[in-house]
């Protein structure tokens, strides 16, 4: 890693639909061997079902469940002194996007609806409502935390 240079973050494409940043990231994310493409279409499906559910907008849906998702704390292993502690470690807010992006597509890939754009609408909704594994595996995390708060004096 060079010394030299600050670290430049570009700033990513909007999507031409919502123009937003989250979404665009989100389809990044679903986006497997660079078809990015299908994963738009899946991604755009998934709301079109929302907004078909809800009889409402589906970006407040999509942006409620990023924020049900994604974890304040977790814990990072430590090793001091031989030994290896869970370290309980607050998340910052661009990690706690990356982390519900990853926690929801995977709990939607978990689901047993028949396509998945059907399992991605069925997920964002339960997360938002503040259901679902994505939240399930949030609340674990919470309580890993919790149960090793005692360590909290080795994070650095």
């Known amino acids: 890693m060079s010394r030299k240079k600050e670290i430049v973050r570009r700033e990513p494409v909007l999507d031409w639909k919502y123009q937003s940043i989250a979404v665009s990231k989100f389809i990044n994310g679903l986006m497997r061997k660079g078809k990015k493409s ?3 279409n899946i991604f755009y ?4 079902l929302i907004r078909e559910r809800t009889k409402g907008e589906p970006l407040p849906v999509f ?3 990023m ?3 994604g974890p304040v704390v977790h814990v990072k ?4 002194g031989g030994s290896t502690y869970q370290v309980p470690v607050e998340v910052r807010d661009e990690q706690q996007r990356a ?3 990853r926690w929801i597509i995977g709990a939607a890939k978990g ?3 028949k396509t998945m754009y059907e399992r991605l609408a069925a997920e964002l909704l339960s997360a938002s409502r503040g259901e679902g594994s994505a939240v ?3 609340d674990e995390a919470y309580r890993m935390a919790e149960a090793n708060r005692a360590f909290a004096h080795y994070r650095w």
Do not use: L
Request: hydrophobic fraction near 35%.
């Open 63 to 65: 942006d409620k469940a």
């Open 38 to 40: 299908t994963a738009e």
């Open 136 to 138: 399930r595996r949030r």
């Open 111 to 113: 689901r047993t609806e």
């Open 45 to 48: 499906r998934a709301m079109d």
């Open 99 to 101: 982390i519900a992006i």
């Open 67 to 69: 924020k049900n998702v």
């Open 77 to 80: 292993s430590r090793r001091v």
